[in-house]
């Protein structure tokens, strides 16, 4: 079938939200590579859309040096868990947004079935409000207005002035999944946790030198000054003025 018409139909119609500085979930935007589609498109009617990302820091202590934590070391980080949970329509299933030929469109109906992984956007679209105001002219967000000259971060959408946040979640892969169909509630959910391979913005470049912010050395134009004062080059360095002596 490759386009289930239930994709035409008044329930996928776009509506109007709020216009707030506070980020509303009415603003987020999920696409996934639906069937028979070569482009991202927006999964519609998802009821719960959220992600968990954790890393385990081990403290490193000497003997002899009393009860003094010397430096906090991170370990790897795990794979992130992404929550998707979506309204079960009768022609469209939260597999086939994602891109497997279940329900109408084939045989898939087990994660056994899956065989390749899928990727997921996400844009958190801001609205006219933060675009027009503290992004292209409020003197009061430099930080979001100086994003728009990292095209990674902050993304022109059609032909407005409506900019967006763009998350692109890379390789990835269901690992659980469940529907129930209960005689006491007439709406069908189907959920699912996803793990991700990784997480980019889309055009920015990532490595070793990835310039995250807080870093104590020269690099990109920056002043390198840092913000911790573990660090000894610092201008903030740890001083008797620094607690209070």
Request: hydrophobic share 40%; proline share 1%.
């Given at each position: 079938m490759g386009n289930p018409r239930e994709l035409d139909t008044y329930i996928y119609r776009m509506g109007t939200a709020p216009n707030t500085r506070v980020a509303v979930s009415q603003k987020n935007k999920v696409y996934g590579y639906m069937v028979g589609k070569k482009a991202f498109q927006q999964i519609g009617v998802v009821s719960e859309f959220g992600f968990d990302e954790s890393r385990t820091i081990d403290p490193v202590r000497g003997v002899g040096f009393g009860d003094q934590i010397a430096e906090l070391v991170p370990s790897v980080t795990e794979p992130m868990s992404v929550t998707l949970n979506r309204t079960l329509m009768y022609t469209v299933g939260i597999f086939q947004v994602l891109g497997y030929r279940g329900g109408v469109e084939g045989?898939?109906?087990?994660?056994?079935?899956?065989?390749?992984?899928?990727?997921?956007?996400?844009?958190?679209?801001f609205p006219e409000i933060v675009s027009k105001e503290d992004i292209t002219l409020g003197s009061d967000a430099p930080s979001l207005r100086g994003a728009t000259t990292q095209p990674g971060?902050?993304?022109?959408?059609?032909?407005?002035?409506?900019?967006?946040?763009?998350?692109?979640?890379?390789?990835?892969?269901?690992?659980?999944?469940?529907?129930?169909?209960?005689?006491?509630?007439?709406?069908?959910?189907?959920?699912?946790?996803?793990k991700v391979t990784d997480i980019i913005d889309g055009?920015?470049?990532?490595?070793?030198?990835?310039?995250?912010g807080l870093s104590p050395i020269s690099a990109n134009g920056t002043s390198g000054a840092g913000y911790s004062l573990r660090f000894a080059g610092n201008s903030n360095v740890a001083s008797t003025s620094a607690f209070g002596a």
């Open positions: 045989l898939v109906r087990s994660l056994r079935h899956h065989r390749w992984p899928f990727d997921l956007k996400q844009e958190l679209v971060n902050v993304k022109n959408l059609a032909a407005t002035s409506i900019k967006a946040l763009f998350t692109f979640y890379e390789g990835c892969w269901v690992e659980s999944f469940n529907s129930s169909f209960t005689s006491d509630a007439a709406i069908i959910a189907e959920n699912t946790t996803i055009v920015s470049t990532y490595g070793e030198y990835i310039d995250s």
